[in-house]
């Protein structure tokens, strides 16, 4: 369908953002019968520093929307990854299902080619408003046209400007702000003489600001991904931008051997990362999904698996009951933010961050103890010395699997994600 008809047309759902969220949220309406139209200011996707790594069960959710070209083109699995304390070697984990590593820009990419044709996808148009009018919400772009619908997502990411003109307030959570730092290098992976998928390094320099480091495959490149959060010096900034490997073997023996000879394969990027929470709008049509309702420390890792999580608790629990009249109104949708398991994964996503943080900065008696106890949980999952199967020829992301909603609402998480996250 052509913008000139789009204008006229009447659809049930407006998504607006076409990031992973938006395009799952898209995807999913569009696979129940809906009809999705799909905004967003950026086509291609430019290259961007965000989630470039997927917990397994996240894969799977991306999988069950049908989104396998995009699966098999964009993500490399993780089958092996390697966790260390300082200097100190800890384990080797098979996580099952296997972990995924990529660039964000790559995968959103390849996620739009497969979209489902139904959706009414528009590129390139930037949402200036939505307004509320009694016949349901209104879409405003940039130019002035105006598209009606029942009901709009917002997944904007981390543009909070529309989201904040909506009514939605933003709250800063501690620490408050991360430092990321990546770069791709031509490189192996390799530890305990054996290679392995991916390597992650907790509290990789004693008295450093790095929380926490990982390198890990992305084809056949070797990514880097450095986390510092909470406040950081700048002399610590303009040397991890500008030789983000180098900082880490200065003050760590294991990774100078690691990194020794290996070559850059693509420039070295940095952001700041503000991790907030999201009181959302009182709104009549208007729900807000992933990054653009809330900011979870990278440090601590699941960004992307809880968006996909409220994307899956959305589309399975609430929208076909709420698409059955002509708009929805605001207590419906306060009972969608009021979910049980979404505040489940909402402290449980956001703790990861905290328990990150004070695994690296915390240095009273409780910090030293849970430094210990996270030493002895890993050692104790060690993978022998001979190794166990590593699920080479077997899929890396099999299905059917619970949707990840369920995980809270079964109560049947494997163990703290943050122990093997990879």
């Known amino acids: 369908m052509e913008w000139e008809r789009a204008q006229h047309a009447v659809?049930?759902?407006?998504?607006v953002g076409a990031g992973s969220a938006g395009i799952a949220c898209a995807q999913g309406l569009a696979l129940q019968g809906r009809r999705v139209l799909l905004l967003d200011r950026a086509d291609p996707q430019p290259p961007t520093l965000k989630a470039e790594k997927l917990d397994g069960e996240g894969v799977q959710a991306l999988l069950r929307l049908g989104l396998d070209p995009a699966v098999t083109a964009a993500l490399t699995p993780l089958r092996r990854v390697g966790v260390y304390f300082g200097r100190r070697y800890?384990?080797?984990?098979?996580?099952?299902?296997?972990?995924?590593?990529?660039l964000y820009h790559t995968l959103v990419n390849q996620l739009r080619a497969c979209l489902d044709p139904r959706i009414d996808f528009q590129r390139g148009t930037r949402v200036a408003a939505v307004e509320?009018?009694?016949d349901g919400p209104v879409v405003v772009t940039g130019t002035g046209d105006r598209v009606a619908c029942r009901l709009?997502?917002?997944?904007?990411?981390?543009a909070r400007g529309l989201v904040e003109a909506c009514g939605a307030v933003t709250t800063p959570v501690a620490p408050y702000t991360t430092f990321v730092v990546a770069a791709s290098y031509d490189g192996s992976l390799h530890t305990a003489g054996r290679p392995v998928d991916a390597l992650t390094f907790h509290h990789p320099i004693p008295g450093g600001p790095v929380a926490y480091a990982?390198?890990?495959?992305?084809?056949?490149d070797v990514r880097a991904n450095v986390f510092c959060p909470g406040p950081?010096?700048?002399?610590w900034a303009a040397d991890l931008q500008a030789a983000p490997t180098a900082v880490l073997a200065a003050g760590n023996p294991r990774i100078a051997a690691l990194t020794e000879g290996w070559t850059a394969t693509s420039p070295i990027t940095s952001r700041k990362v503000h991790v907030f929470q999201l009181t959302p709008p009182d709104r009549t049509g208007l729900v807000v999904l992933g990054d653009a309702g809330h900011v979870i420390d990278p440090a601590g890792g699941g960004g992307l698996v809880f968006a996909l999580l409220e994307v899956e608790l959305f589309l399975r629990e609430y929208a076909p009951a709420w698409l059955t009249g002509a708009t929805v109104p605001a207590p419906a949708i306060a009972t969608y933010y009021a979910d049980p398991r979404r505040r489940q994964a909402v402290d449980r996503f956001f703790g990861a961050g905290r328990y990150i943080f004070d695994l690296n900065h915390d240095a009273s008696l409780r910090g030293r103890r849970r430094r210990w106890t996270f030493i002895l949980r890993h050692r104790l999952a060690r993978v022998g010395?001979?190794?166990?199967?590593?699920g080479e020829g077997r899929s890396a992301?099999?299905?059917?699997?619970?949707y990840l909603y369920e995980q809270f609402a079964q109560a049947r998480l494997a163990r703290e994600r943050v122990l093997s996250r990879g």
Do not use: I, K, N, Q
């Open 132 to 134: 509320t009018t009694a």
């Open 152 to 158: 709009v997502v917002l997944a904007t990411g981390e």
């Open 90 to 102: 800890l384990a080797t984990l098979e996580p099952r299902p296997a972990e995924a590593g990529f």
């Open 397 to 402: 992301w099999p299905l059917p699997a619970p």
């Open 214 to 220: 990982t390198f890990f495959r992305v084809g056949h």
């Open 11 to 15: 659809y049930d759902v407006c998504v």
């Open 385 to 390: 010395a001979a190794g166990s199967p590593t």
């Open 232 to 235: 950081l010096p700048e002399s």
